[in-house]
């Protein structure tokens, strides 16, 4: 329809109003409610209830309410169970999650929730049991075992498949304020007999005010570090003294490439390189280049991501710098990111010596990392929590009934004619303006909840009692709010806000953007999906200009080709600058993303599979980059302050 909504693009950039005529983009919520309140307000935002269903239905209608009570009935399932927690608390290299896994190990049914994908890889080829993380799904055949990144933990019902064990790691990052959601989802929903936590001593008072809410038993197992740590009584005198196996840890993309172009220039020694927004499959092989027993690669330099993840034979820790970019400011590192990164030197079975050692570039930066090394773990105050899918869904349907109430739809269609007159045109273009119509309205519904989510927080923040903090999801709002002009059901706009995206790249953000129009709907796909009778009936007309039942497009069309090319192409050309190897790393951001998206809309096993296989072609192309010698030869020999 592309050429024919050209001339309709200003009918079709609002939504009609009685009385108010066509919105633009910029509209005030108000503008869609009655007297700016909306009939079914969500200010009472979370126990889940039942309630008879609103009058003129014609069904009850389930409808569930927020309260700020006890947020563990969010999960009923689970919270039915006589479940029992384990948490296992330690410093890095205590042994505390071995225990766990060990009990896992030896359970008939259970799963690992990882922190990140490389350390469910990690334990699924330690007890050879299924792999699941949002782009890959490895089966092993005879094993009750699941091992999963923490948001691919399903929940389900209890039945007589309930979990023996459910092991969740690095628990303390339910203080974190971007993913600690997905852990606090997992310690309140999993279906497990037992359920083993392992975490640092920060989280532990609040794990235990979580078990008395929900009234489960807690029990707690500390564990001693294995091996001592020390810090150096001298900083390195110059990066030319670096020795094989130690970490050189820097904070910025740039600083990697300049640090490994010293290294390798003013010494004998050739360095494996790690950071986060690497393939976890290149941060492996270059783990394996580094522990390998040949010295392939007998330095490692990386930025903080070598705290978590890796099993590396670090002997010492050297910090470039105390100081990181967070993303708004340049700050000192927090006592349990130094704590972290340190305690990765001189790993029990790891290496050779006894202690762990940990340097610095800089005298004043020692005395520092001493006091944190010597400091008590800081309480994680608050754990982040936000509302399950089904709850969201049911306040989204009822935010749809107050909006449908001001909107006059038929107006919409009359004023919308095809330029040539043609009928077939008027009522291809009707049809589309009617499902546009249903698809913001679904959105806009989205938006508010969301909305009223956060205003909840304010409620909670005076509750002192409450150990818990609504998340602010900004990155699936961010989403949300770009889809607006696509029409959407709320199941495919709810998957597609968790999609996870580099939203400061803008060519993910086309690729994405034209994956999602694919998914493009009717207006009867829009409205039948959320099963009631009374929106179905405002919606009457709205849905009396489908021509058909079909969508607009096939759902979810992807094209890996032109990737594939892409390779082809950089694999011509000498890799010689950071600006290249960061072309790679976006290319293969859209590619796994495309991976994600195929396993979350069940496309065809053949279609992730070619897609899987340009994945690891790119993961490889970044692994023989960083291999090169002479790779980073043109980095900026200047500290820069860019966030990894």
Known sequence: FDCVLNGQKRMLRGVFVRGRGYLDPGWSRKCWLRNGTPKRCLSNLPTVSTQEGQEGTGQSQPALEFKTDNFCLWYPA??????????????????????????????????YCAPLRLLAWQVSNDINCNLVTGQERVSVEGSGIVSCTVEMCELGEVDDSALDV?????IQLIGDEHRGYAFTRALLGVPAREVHLCGEEGAVELVRNICKMSGEELVINRYERLSPLEVDSAPLSDIKDVRPGDCVVVFSRRNIYLMKHLIEKQSKHRCAVVY??????????????????????????STDAVGMGLNLRIKRIVLSSIKKFDGKNVRTLSIPEIKQIAGRAGRYGHTDEDAGVVTALEKEALGTIKTAIDSPFIPV?????????????????????????????????????????DPEETRELQSFAMAQVAGRIVNDSFMHVMSDVIRLNQKLGADREQPYTLSSMNSMRTIVTMLRDIPLDFSTLYTLSLTPLLTQEPRVLEAFKKYAKSHSKRTRSILFELEDELLLEKFKLLTQFDRTIEDIYSPGKMDIHPYLKLLEKKDSKKPTSPEMLRSYEIDYNIVEMYLWLGRKFNHSEALCAEINGVRIAYANALNEVLGKERAFSKAKKQVTEEND
């Not at 459910?166 to 690095?170: C, L, M, P, Q, W």
């Not at 936000?386 to 049911?394: E, G, H, M, N, V």
């Not at 909006?403 to 038929?410: C, I, K, P, Q, R």
């Open 78 to 111: 689970a919270q039915s169970m006589n479940r029992k927690i384990f948490m296992h608390v330690g410093p890095t290299n205590s042994g505390k999650t071995y225990h766990a896994i060990e009990r896992l190990r030896n359970a008939k049914t259970g799963i």
């Open 166 to 170: 459910a092991v969740i790691d690095e």
């Open 276 to 301: 986060g927004s690497l393939p976890p499959e290149t941060r492996k092989a270059q783990a394996q280049a580094f522990n390998s027993e040949s010295n392939e690669r007998s330095v490692l330099v």
């Open 381 to 421: 105050k608050s754990a982040f929590i936000y509302p399950p899918r089904a709850i969201l869904r049911s306040h989204t349907v009822n935010m749809m009934i107050d909006l449908l109430s001001e909107v006059d739809v038929s107006q919409v269609a009359a004023d919308i004619s095809s330029p040539s007159g």
